[in-house]
């Protein structure tokens, strides 16, 4: 089998020509390199003297965009450059980049397999059945799970064709917390998280908060913390602004999860001549009227280096998630010494301490209290920020999230240096908030 991908850009028409915008999905796939799997056990040396591990690491992701594919694409390409044999199984989701491709290191394998978000019994059979094969294939040590439809159909088919090997399982965000669905639906997915917590593996929470709602509620056998984090070396850190604005943003998608129409409703209420609202990655188009989308600057779809620039340009970054995993967003923002103002959800409130890096808000007029608090006392916001920086970088580097991971693979010869490329932002997926 090969992997597809999509090789196209489109102009950015708000800030930079020169940014490569990842162009929605089009009917023109290209095969990207052949998937062969070395039939030896032996530790082999490459022309270039690197040892290769005799280990064999998957990882498996239905969900190919955003977040998701921020910690695949930061994992897989560190355990590639230390010399692990990585194969990356995933679909294709409307919002999962032309260019994925180019975000990997050149020795990961990517192999296509149509997996499907939605529940269908004859799809998610079929799909089973292909990653049984491609696992038989490549006899994988460790499979590692991301998001909720790879960790069951993932659990299954490693259950059939590599039962020895360590299977993790990363939610990215508890589908059965979603506000987006039924009760009914909440319900059935907590149930196939329960059922597949019994076929086995081990469920790694990405922040405190999700730890403790999958104890309480799915009673998993096995379950761990490892935080999401960030390459903090490729992070701008906030840039003093000379022309008298404040600027308070936010980063990531039109969604009803990010609640970007909360974000509008902030600048609608804060609208100042000298304060600046910026939605980087929003699109003017997604702003439900023509009066509130004047108080609100889009910087549309823009590159991942584009977008850590015009972040280390804001004052105050905001967070208006109705439910999160753990935000690398907001991680990143953390990292450039913005002190940020979020719902009170899962992985927000894990990673911004409250009064210290930044502020936890229950409903959109507490969080315009707050932002009005930091918009108008600046040492306030520097003495945050300074805060907020230090604590990131001590805690959400990610060569400690390297070292915990390969620990769980078992992958303990893998060096925590290793080098890895950049990839595309976005946040992740989980809970609770009044709005």
């Known amino acids: 089998m090969l992997a597809i991908f999509v090789n196209s850009k489109i102009r950015n028409p708000y800030f930079d020509e020169s940014d490569g915008v990842d162009a929605r999905l089009a009917g023109n796939f290209t095969i990207r390199r052949p998937i062969t799997f070395p039939a030896s056990d032996e530790n082999t040396i490459e022309p270039t003297g690197r040892k290769m591990t005799t280990k064999k690491l998957v990882h498996i992701a239905e969900a190919f965009g955003g977040g998701v594919l921020s910690m695949v694409t930061l994992l897989a390409n560190h355990a590639a450059a ?50 049984v094969r491609i696992l038989r294939d490549c006899k994988p040590a460790a499979i590692h799970l991301h998001s909720s439809k790879a960790g069951v159909l993932g659990r299954l088919a490693s259950r059939i064709a590599a039962p020895h090997a360590t299977v993790l399982y990363s939610p990215h965000g508890l589908s059965f917390l979603r506000f987006d669905i039924s009760r009914i639906r909440q319900f059935a997915y907590l149930n196939f998280e329960r059922i597949a917590a019994h076929i086995g593996g081990t469920i790694v929470a990405c922040s405190g908060s999700e730890l403790g709602e999958i104890k309480e509620k799915v009673h998993a056998k096995s379950a ?82 584009h977008a850590l620039a015009l972040t280390s340009e804001l004052d105050i970054y905001v967070q208006t998630s109705r439910w999160e995993g753990m935000p690398v967003a907001l991680i990143e923002a953390q990292v450039a010494g913005i002190p940020a103002v979020v719902t009170n959800v899962v992985g927000n409130r894990d990673v911004v301490i409250h009064g210290v890096t930044g502020y936890i808000a229950s409903s959109v007029d507490e969080m315009a209290a707050y932002l009005a608090k930091l918009r108008d006392d600046r040492q306030l916001r520097e003495r945050m920020g300074a805060a907020a920086r230090t604590r990131a970088i001590q805690r959400f580097s990610m060569n400690t999230v390297f070292r915990q991971w390969h620990t769980l693979y078992g992958l303990d010869t893998v060096g925590s240096q290793a080098g890895t490329r950049g990839f595309e932002p976005v946040a992740l997926d989980h809970v609770k908030a009044r709005f």
């Open 224 to 305: 761990v913390l490892v935080e999401n984090g960030v390459d903090v070396a490729e992070i701008l850190p906030r840039r003093t602004r000379d022309d008298g604005k404040t600027v308070i943003g936010m980063s990531g998608r039109a969604s009803f999860q990010k609640n970007h129409h909360a974000f509008v409703e902030l600048a609608t209420k804060l609208q100042r001549a000298d304060v600046d609202f910026l939605w980087i990655g929003g699109d003017v188009n997604e702003i439900p009227e023509s009066r509130q989308s004047k108080t609100v600057i889009c910087s549309g779809w823009v590159t991942r280096a």
């Open 82 to 131: 230390a010399g692990v044999d990585v194969t990356v199984l995933h679909s294709i989701r409307p919002e999962t980049p032309t260019d994925f491709s180019t975000l990997f290191h050149s020795d990961v394998k990517l192999i296509y397999v149509d997996m499907a978000r939605e529940v269908s019994l004859r799809q998610d059979l079929l799909s089973v059945r292909a990653l």
